[in-house]
């Protein structure tokens, strides 16, 4: 395998709570119901906690449908645990409930393989992949490490001291990251010392309160804090800079890795046609919508749509992918 990896698939903070209902905007003649995409008592679960990639992508797509009149009601709601697949294994349950759909990614797929889950994502129905975005290295701003080199410097002499936190179970991205970082680095991946969280909303709080050494999260989870200058943002996964943001990719500081993480919607088995097109309609119209593009800018995410057969292709694809990397890492 080459040095480097990039796993490719499908919103600033909006608000942590555990359930939100996103409030209906007054119809108009311009409505969803012309559109054919009401889907009347829709609900989108988020199978991590409340601040992490796959909550705000769900709560901003949610509020930009309604925003420009596709559906209403929508129902956000976390149904955290085991990495995603407490989640997953619930939405497979809802066999034929064309109102009920995941917000998902690479970390489900992780965690399905690390978790020897029963369920898996081909046991969905691929609805859409929406986007990609780069991960992000940060620490605390009182944290003694200015750049990346100094960190990886200090990684390197005593990687078990240096606990390295991420939003994702083994195998999901904010693992494969820094294990990737770890071997372009010289470091055994085996010796790194990771430490799990359910979402980027929990890492957070260990990455401010220092402990552990430093994080890796979706860009658009910490654009905020690194913004207000809360995190002090040492580098990139990806393989340009991002827009805005004051912080080298890995590649151009001599570390050969280029990898990006995305997420998506998936919705239970055995849906109809109907249902399923229906779905498949909403998001489309969704993606097409200057709200959603505003938010795509906003969170510094790149457009990666891809729907229906396409995506269950590419879901396969990542499946493999991920088996393949973790081997080569020897994890």
Do not use: C
Request: no cysteine; glycine share 14%; charged share 20%.
């Amino acid at each position: 395998m080459v040095a480097h990896v990039r796993l490719r698939t499908p919103l600033a903070l909006l608000g942590a709570a555990l359930l939100v209902l996103v409030a209906p905007p007054l119809l108009t003649t311009g409505s969803g119901a012309e559109t054919g995409t009401q889907i009347p008592g829709l609900r989108l679960m988020v199978p991590n906690t409340p601040g992490g990639g796959y909550d705000i992508t769900a709560r901003t797509a949610a509020k930009n449908a309604e925003d420009a009149e596709l559906t209403h009601n929508i129902e956000v709601f976390n149904l955290p645990g085991a990495g995603g697949t407490v989640g997953l294994t619930r939405l497979v349950g809802e066999h034929g409930n064309g109102k009920l759909a995941m917000s998902m990614g690479l970390g489900v797929v992780g965690a399905a393989r690390s978790n020897h889950s029963p369920k898996t994502l081909a046991d969905t129905t691929p609805i859409a992949r929406l986007t990609e975005e780069q991960d992000v290295v940060v620490v605390a701003k009182n944290s003694p490490y200015k750049t990346i080199d100094q960190l990886v410097r200090a990684w390197k002499k005593n990687p078990g001291k240096l606990p390295v936190g991420g939003g994702s179970s083994p195998g999901g991205p904010d693992h494969l990251a820094p294990m990737l970082m770890a071997r372009a680095a010289g470091i055994a991946p085996k010796q790194v010392n990771y430490v799990p969280f359910d979402g980027g909303g929990e890492l957070l709080a260990s990455i401010l309160g220092s402990k552990v050494a430093f994080g890796v999260s979706g860009v658009g989870e910490y654009l905020d804090q690194i913004k207000s200058g809360e995190l002090r943002l040492l580098a990139v996964t990806g393989p340009k800079r991002v827009k805005g943001l004051d912080g080298p990719t890995l590649k151009e500081s001599g570390y050969d890795v280029d990898f990006t993480n995305w997420r998506g919607i998936v919705a239970p088995p055995g849906l109809s046609d109907a249902e399923r097109k229906k779905l498949t309609g909403l998001v489309r119209k969704l993606h097409a919508s200057p709200e959603w593009k505003k938010s795509l800018k906003t969170n510094g995410w790149d457009d990666a749509f891809l729907t229906g057969d396409e995506f269950g292709d590419f879901l396969a694809a990542q499946d493999k992918r991920v088996v393949s990397v973790l081997k080569e890492l020897g994890l």
